[in-house]
């Protein structure tokens, strides 16, 4: 076991720690534990220290551990799950499980503590604060390309919103086409890298960020993020992304066979912007509409001054009014 996981076990012990007991964990000395000690601030783990009594971990950290999160899977879609990774840190779990063998029909997944470069939409950067929250990548091949790679982001969005609000009841929504928002501000976001040649089989990495306890560190100023914290919810992060794992692995399984088609239904109704005033900002133009619903194929539909106008390019920028 690494020892940053040997310092977080003993320092979620109740009560403070103090630095020689810490070095009599790990054997070794009070100013190798400082170092420990300093490695875990950078990181962005809350540790104080105080003279004479010890080290203090904020309540709520825990390590994610495979073995729990495979024993959260559902059973029924436990035949679809091989491999699951737990990283202590990685540029990103997308692009670390880009780098692996992707299986026909069958998930491999990547979960990590922090991530040095994660990656949204648009060439985004993804903040998420280290070892609060959920930073998940699932890899699925399909034998061939889907019909849509815009409905499977959409698809992905859904099935996560459905699971959040049926187990914790947060009146998540999804905003098109890859965001879950509580109100009008960020839960999570989703990132779907495809790989693969047109006329064979097609590798998809779905990418999941979901904010579990974000601290106000963001200094990006119209950067508006919720967390379930906040909502009033405690989770176990291994049980989450247990569940997560199955219901996304299902859909997968499905969506090979049926498309984004029966799902059309299910997620207009969980639309943010449903029959609202948007603002659709793309390299070439402004638009501005109401919001219809979304295609067999995920592109989204405005009512642009009594002209039905679509959009499936996923790299415009949606607004409210």
């Not at 964990?25 to 300093?38: G, M, W």
């Not at 490695?39 to 105080?50: E, F, I, K, M, R």
């Not at 035949?79 to 063998?101: C, F, R, W």
Request: charge should be negative; proline fraction near 3%.
């Amino acid at each position: 076991m690494q020892d940053v996981d040997k310092i977080i076990q003993s320092l979620n012990r109740s009560g403070s720690v103090s630095g020689t007991q810490l070095g009599q964990d790990l054997s070794v000395s009070r100013v190798a534990v400082q170092k420990k000690i300093q490695a875990l601030l950078d990181l962005g783990l809350p540790v104080t220290a105080t003279p004479g009594v010890g080290y203090t971990l904020e309540s709520g950290v825990s390590l994610l551990e495979a073995d729990r999160i495979a024993q959260s899977i559902v059973p029924a879609s436990a035949s679809l799950i091989g491999a699951i990774d737990v990283m202590q840190s990685t540029e990103s779990t997308n692009s670390y499980l880009l780098s692996k063998p992707i299986e026909v029909g069958r998930a491999s997944v990547c979960v990590a503590e922090a991530q040095t470069a994660g990656r949204g939409r648009r060439g985004n950067d993804w903040q998420s604060a280290p070892y609060r929250n959920v930073m998940l990548s699932l890899s699925w091949g399909f034998d061939h390309w889907p019909a849509t790679i815009t409905g499977l982001s959409l698809a992905v969005g859904l099935v996560v919103c459905e699971y959040l609000n049926l187990q914790y009841n947060i009146g998540a929504t999804i905003k098109w086409p890859n965001d879950l928002l509580v109100g009008d501000e960020k839960l999570g976001g989703i990132l779907v890298d495809v790989s693969g040649e047109s006329s064979g089989a097609c590798h998809v990495v779905v990418g999941l960020g979901l904010n579990v306890h974000q601290p106000d560190w963001s200094t990006q100023e119209d950067y508006r993020w919720q967390d379930m914290s906040t909502l009033g919810v405690k989770v176990d992060r291994n049980v989450l992304i247990g569940e997560l794992v199955s219901v996304l692995s299902a859909m997968l399984s499905e969506f090979a066979k049926h498309g984004f088609s029966p799902l059309i239904e299910r997620w207009n109704s969980l639309s943010s912007y449903a029959n609202k005033e948007i603002r659709i900002l793309s390299s070439d133009e402004q638009v501005i509409g109401r919001m219809v619903g979304v295609d067999e194929t995920g592109a989204l539909l405005v009512d642009v001054s009594g002209e039905l106008r679509r959009f499936d390019d996923s790299s415009v920028s949606v607004r409210l009014l």
